[in-house]
């Protein structure tokens, strides 16, 4: 799960648009799922959104995940957004 906050809602969830975009030519045999508001919206004054990436295989995400977040580093430069990347995630939020 790729989770994206910001103070303005949009932010985030261009983001997390941005990194779908990203992953799309390279998800082969992942699921993007997303990005769509957290159950828990907004809390401390920041908007959150995240974007779930599904396998059946854990094969195919581990393939996908360092290729993926190089790119998102290098071309997701927005400051105003704060992301993070959880493997197995326990819940949403």
Not at 37 to 64: S, T, V
């Amino acid at each position: 799960m790729l989770r994206a906050e910001a103070a303005i809602a949009e932010q985030a969830t261009a983001f997390l648009r941005a990194a779908r975009a990203l992953a799309e030519p390279i998800a082969d045999g992942i699921e993007l799922l997303g990005p769509a508001p957290a159950p828990m919206e907004r809390r401390a004054g920041r908007y959150r959104a995240h974007l779930l990436l599904q396998a059946a295989r854990r094969q195919d995400l581990h393939r996908l995940l360092e290729p993926w977040t190089a790119r998102l580093r290098a071309e997701c430069t927005d400051r105003r957004v704060r992301w993070s990347l959880d493997v197995d995630p326990i819940g949403l939020y």
